[in-house]
């Protein structure tokens, strides 16, 4: 059974730094993919940041520059390196992996930036 758990959130100034890991679990779990996304109260899921396996690399341009995402195969773990932080970043934020075309959602991580 596959697990993505979500740490690192919190409470941060605003021009602060926050770095979130994923963690993923389950035996022969090697995902393709690795991303994370945020959503605030009553609007959609919006994408943030993704990694495939051959080190493609995706930003929404709203975190361009201010956000990296990276990951460490051995164990199986995906980082969201977050700087600059402003108050809009404010959201729950949510790992995604993706194996055999099967996406998996880790259950989120509140991060709240302060004006």
């Known amino acids: 059974q596959v697990q993505l758990v979500e740490s690192g959130g919190g409470l941060v100034q605003t021009g602060g730094s926050l770095r979130l890991s994923c963690a993923a679990s389950?035996?022969?779990?090697?995902?393709?993919?690795m991303a994370w996304y945020r959503q605030t109260p009553g609007k959609q899921r919006e994408f943030v940041a993704s990694?495939?396996?051959?080190?493609?690399?995706g930003y929404a341009d709203s975190v361009k520059g201010r956000f990296t995402i990276s990951r460490d195969n051995a164990k199986n773990t995906a980082y969201l390196q977050m700087n600059s932080l402003k108050p809009e970043d404010t959201a729950v934020y949510y790992c995604?992996?993706?194996?055999?075309?099967?996406?998996?959602w880790g259950q989120g991580t509140q991060v709240t930036v302060s004006s």
């Open positions: 389950g035996s022969t779990f090697r995902p393709n993919a």
């Open positions: 995604a992996a993706a194996s055999s075309s099967q996406w998996y």
């Open positions: 990694l495939t396996s051959g080190d493609s690399i």
